[in-house]
Structure formats: C-alpha cells, structure tokens
C-alpha cells in the first residue's frame, strides 16, 4: 500500500507569500493528483501530473518520480486561495484502483 | 454537461435504518469510485467499479454495499447504519484507459445517531 505524506498540515501566510506544499509517496505511482477543497466544499482536481512540471496562472505543481516527491507552489499568495490542498497517487500500472491521499495541508492567507 | 452528480446531499440516520447514496455521470466514463472523508485522515476508498457490471472492494468496504446500475450510475447503500459510518462521501468517475484524472462529486454529509 503506498503511503502518502504531506507538510505541512497546517500553514497560515500573509497576502502576497509564495507558498510551497510538500507531497512524499512511497512506491511507484502512475500519475499524481493535486486537488483543492473550499470549507464544505466539493473536491477540484488542480493537476494531473506523471513527470516534470505543470503551470494553471498562479499555481506550479512539479514531481520528481526518482525521488517520490512533489511540490504545489503557488505565487502572489491571495486570501481565495485558503483551503485544503490534498495530493493523491494512482499507483503503478495504471489499472481502475482507486486514488490513495494524503491528510491534506489546511492553508489559511490573511489579507 | 452537469460532471459528477450525487444525492442527497445532506442525510440524518438512526442507528440501524438503511439507505443508498446516489451517484451518476454523464462523461461516459468507465471507472467510479466511492471514497468517505472522516476529519483527521484523508480520503478512504470504499468499493470501486472498473466498468459496467464489475465492482472491487477498497480499502474500508465493510458496511456498504454497491451496485453498477449501468454505465452512469454507481450507488452505495449502508444495510444496517452505525455511528462509525458518519462521513462525508465522495462520488468520483475515471475515463480509466485515456486518462488518470478523476472527477469528483460533491459530496454527501451522513450522520448516524
């Protein structure tokens, strides 16, 4: 079973940083997910990535498969982008399994 | 195109009543899931469908059963509910052999007293 870990749980920054979260698996994966979730929100899938890197406006995902880790970033930090960032991994072989989580990382940006 | 649609979206149970949790798509996509969300953990997988007329168990299936009516549609019911079965469920779809992304519903809130 592949174990997914992010960090930090918890972060709160002000308007403006530039904020990184961290995502660690622990075997091989076929494809990485990160999703965003608003308080009571639904679940939106942010990026899908297998390799190198990937650009929507202010967020940047990138995954290094040699070293089982990604990082979200995202720039000009803004008080809308508070919620709960989870990463997901579809295991290796790319089969119907279903996608294994992480905790999430609860992000706060004060205006 | 309304993506993953799930309902109720809210649902109060006694300990011991039954019921199922409704989930349909219309991307024509092969694969569903149903994942529950407990504070604390991350998402869990429940049961999954590969594609029409096939289902697997996940990682916590105890407690729920599941039927792939038909292409759209893939419903999980609770027989016999317990306070350990309130969550909040989570109703995804995959197109499985064109791409790895999976597209969520959202969500329904259960309790059980």
């Known amino acids: 079973k592949n174990e997914v870990e992010q960090s930090p749980q918890n972060l709160t920054a002000q308007e403006g940083e530039f904020i990184t979260i961290n995502c660690s698996y622990s075997?091989?994966?076929?494809?990485l997910h990160w999703l965003q979730q608003h308080p009571g929100g639904g679940i939106v899938s942010l990026f899908m990535?297998?390799?190198g890197k990937k650009k929507h406006g202010r967020l940047i995902a990138t995954i290094n498969i040699q070293e089982k880790h990604s990082s979200l970033h995202i720039t000009a930090s803004h008080p809308r982008d508070s919620a709960v960032y989870i990463c997901?991994?579809?295991?290796?072989?790319?089969?119907?399994?279903?996608?294994?989580f992480g905790k999430g990382t609860h992000l706060i940006i004060q205006p | 195109n309304a993506g993953v649609t799930q309902t109720p979206k809210f649902q109060v149970l006694k300990t011991g009543q039954s019921m199922t949790l409704q989930c349909a798509q219309d991307?024509?996509?092969?694969?569903m899931y149903w994942y529950r969300q407990d504070p604390g953990m991350g998402l869990r997988l429940i049961y999954y469908?590969?594609?029409?007329?096939?289902?697997d168990k996940g990682e916590v299936p105890n407690g729920y059963n599941v039927s792939r009516l038909n292409k759209r549609e893939f419903s999980l019911r609770l027989e016999s509910a317990a306070p350990s079965q309130t969550s909040v469920y989570f109703c995804?779809?995959?197109?499985?052999?064109?791409?790895?992304?999976?597209?969520f519903g959202p969500g329904t809130r259960l309790t059980v007293t």
């Open positions: 995804a779809s995959r197109m499985t052999a064109l791409s790895y992304e999976q597209y």
């Open positions: 075997v091989g994966i076929s494809a």
């Open positions: 990535l297998s390799s």
């Open positions: 997901a991994v579809l295991n290796s072989g790319g089969g119907a399994d279903g996608l294994t």
């Open positions: 991307m024509n996509h092969n694969s």
């Open positions: 469908s590969a594609s029409e007329g096939t289902t």
